[in-house]
C-alpha cells in the first residue's frame, strides 16, 4: 500500500446507493459527492454501486454494458453478474446487474417493510464488487465501504479473497453513516452464503446470536470513520451505542470523525435554477422573492414578516417529529406560518395531513420527496426546524444554511459540530442549538429563533454567517487522504 502523501491513490468506493444514480438518503449524497472532491486532489477514483435498472433509467445517465459477466456460486446457484459501466465528472462508475436482485421497487424494501433476501442480495453484490475490482484496475490502493450493505467485505477481502493480487494488499476503510441500522439476520445464512464461520464469535460479526454485518466492517476493516466527530464520540456511549459501544471502544484507535460536505454546485441560491429568483449572501432580495413564491405556492396567506418555519425531512422518530407535533398548534396560534415536506412513519403523515387541512391558510404538508421543492422551501423559509434524537452528520442543516434558512436543531453529532449556537457564541452564530430532547426545550429554542428572527439586524447578521460558512468537501476530501494513507 503506498503511503507518500504526494503519490495518487487508486480508490475504489463501495456502495449500495450514490447519487446521482441510486438515492434513498444521505449516504448516496456523499458517495455521489466526495469521490469528485478526492479526484479533485489528484486521487484516481471509481464506484461499484448495483445495476438499480429503474432508478438509473430514471435519473438519465447513459449506461454501457461491458464485455464482461462475474459468475459468483451463492445460495446454492451459480449466478452471473453482467458489468456495466456509466462515466459522470470523469468518475468510473461500475454497475452490477441482477435483474431479480436490483430491478425493484426500493433499494431496500417496499414501503417501510425491508426485503427479507437483503442479506443475500448484497452478500452477492459484496463478492461480485471485490471480483470487478480485481479484474478491472491493475492495483488497489484502498476500498472504501460503506454501512451494512458493504459491511461484510473487508472481512471477505482478508479471508476469501487474498489470491486476487490487484486487491490484496489494499486497505479497508469502512465508513459508519448512521449505527442504528447494522444489517442484523440470522446464523442459517452463514453457510448458504458462505461465509467465513470461524468468525462468528463475539469478537466477529456474531450478534446475539445473529449475523450482523456492521460488526463484520468493524472488526474487519484497517480504519473507521463516521461522519462528525461529535458522533464518533457518542456511538461510544450505551445512549447512542445501539449496544455497540463496548465493541466500538475496543476498536476506538481507529475510529475517526469527518464531517460531511455538501455539493456546492448543487446547493447555491446563486444559480439555483429550482428556485423563483437568485440570490446570494451579498444580495438578498431574491430570498424575499423565494420566500413570496414558496407562499403563494403552498396557499399560505402572503406576508414578508410572518415567520416561516419549514422542515425537509425523513419523517421517523429519530428527526424527533414528534417533538415538533406537540409544539405545532400552539405555533400556528401564534400567527405563524409552516410548510413540511416528507415521509415515513404513517402515523406522523396522518398527523400532519391532519394538521394542514385544518390550518390551511398557515401551514402546507407534501407527503412525499420532490427535489425541486425541497430546494424551493430551503430558499423560501425563515427557520429549518432539525431536532434529532439522534444525528450522525445530517445535510438539512447544511443545505438549510447555505440558503440562508437559519437551523434550530438539537445539540447533538454533526448538528452539534455545524451549527454554532446564538447563546454560546453571539459573534459566530449561525442559528440555534438545544439540549433536551423534549417538546419544550423545542418550543424555546424555536421561540427564540422568532424574536431574533424580528431583530432584523442580528438575523440579517447570523444569516450572512450560515450563508458563507465552508460546507464544502474540501476540507474532508483530505481528511479521508489522511485516513487513506495513515497519517490520520
Not at 481507529?254 to 444580495?283: C, H
Request: with cysteine; aromatic share 10%; charged share 20%.
Amino acid at each position: 500500500m503506498k503511503s507518500t502523501a504526494n503519490i495518487p491513490l487508486n480508490i475504489v468506493f463501495i456502495a449500495s446507493e450514490a447519487a446521482p444514480l441510486a438515492k434513498s438518503g444521505g449516504l448516496a449524497d456523499v458517495t455521489g459527492a466526495l469521490p469528485c472532491a478526492l479526484q479533485a486532489q489528484g486521487h484516481q477514483l471509481s464506484i461499484i454501486l448495483p445495476f438499480y435498472r429503474r432508478d438509473i433509467a430514471a435519473s438519465g445517465v447513459v449506461t454501457e454494458a461491458l464485455n464482461k459477466s462475474i459468475e459468483i456460486w451463492i445460495d446454492g446457484i451459480t449466478r452471473y453478474a453482467p458489468l456495466h459501466r456509466a462515466e459522470i465528472n470523469g468518475i468510473s462508475y461500475i454497475l452490477v446487474e441482477q435483474d431479480d436482485f436490483f430491478d425493484r421497487d426500493g433499494l431496500y424494501g417496499k414501503g417501510n417493510d425491508a426485503y427479507e433476501d437483503n442479506l443475500l442480495r448484497f452478500v452477492f453484490f459484496n463478492r461480485v464488487a471485490l471480483e470487478a475490482a480485481a479484474r478491472l484496475h491493475a492495483h488497489v490502493d484502498v476500498i472504501h465501504c460503506h454501512d451494512w450493505q458493504t459491511g461484510m467485505i473487508p472481512l471477505l477481502l482478508k479471508t476469501q479473497y487474498q489470491h486476487l493480487p490487484a486487491i490484496a494488499q489494499a486497505k479497508t476503510v469502512y465508513t459508519i453513516h448512521n449505527l442504528a441500522y447494522q444489517g442484523v439476520f440470522g446464523n442459517e445464512w452463514i453457510h448458504r452464503l458462505g461465509l467465513p464461520d470461524d468468525y462468528f464469535h463475539l469478537d466477529g460479526y456474531e450478534f446475539h446470536g445473529h449475523i450482523n454485518c456492521m460488526k463484520a466492517g468493524i472488526a474487519a476493516a484497517d480504519a473507521l470513520t463516521t461522519v462528525s466527530p461529535t458522533y464518533a464520540e457518542e456511538i461510544l456511549t450505551p445512549a447512542y451505542g445501539c449496544q455497540l459501544e463496548g465493541f466500538l471502544r475496543h476498536h476506538q484507535q481507529k475510529l475517526r470523525g469527518i464531517v460531511n460536505g455538501l455539493d456546492l454546485l448543487q446547493y447555491d441560491p446563486a444559480t439555483d435554477e429550482n428556485i423563483a429568483r437568485s440570490y446570494t449572501a451579498g444580495r438578498m432580495t431574491g430570498k424575499k422573492t423565494c420566500k413570496q413564491a414558496l407562499q403563494q405556492e403552498c396557499e399560505l396567506a402572503p406576508s414578508e414578516n410572518t415567520p416561516l418555519l419549514v422542515l425537509v425531512s425523513r419523517l421517523a422518530e429519530q428527526k424527533g417529529v414528534d417533538l415538533i407535533l406537540a409544539r405545532l398548534e400552539s405555533w400556528l396560534a401564534q400567527g405563524w406560518q409552516c410548510v413540511f415536506l416528507g415521509s415515513g412513519d404513517p402515523w406522523l403523515e396522518n398527523q400532519l395531513h391532519a394538521m394542514a387541512a385544518s390550518h390551511s391558510q398557515q401551514m402546507y404538508f407534501y407527503c412525499g420527496f420532490s427535489n425541486a421543492l425541497a430546494h424551493r422551501i430551503y430558499a423560501g423559509g425563515d427557520i429549518f426546524l432539525m431536532p434529532s434524537r439522534f444525528e450522525p452528520c445530517g445535510l438539512g442543516q447544511l443545505i438549510a444554511m447555505r440558503y440562508g434558512t437559519l437551523p434550530v436543531v438539537r445539540r447533538t453529532g454533526g448538528l452539534a459540530d455545524t451549527v454554532v449556537d446564538y447563546h454560546q457564541d453571539k459573534r459566530n452564530s449561525t442559528g440555534i442549538a438545544f439540549d433536551a430532547a423534549s417538546a419544550e426545550a423545542l418550543d424555546q429554542a424555536v421561540q427564540t429563533a422568532v424574536r431574533l428572527y424580528q431583530q432584523r439586524h442580528i438575523w440579517s447578521r447570523m444569516r450572512g454567517r450560515a450563508m458563507r460558512r465552508d460546507s464544502s468537501w474540501n476540507a474532508s476530501a483530505a481528511s479521508y487522504a489522511d485516513v487513506y494513507t495513515g497519517r490520520a
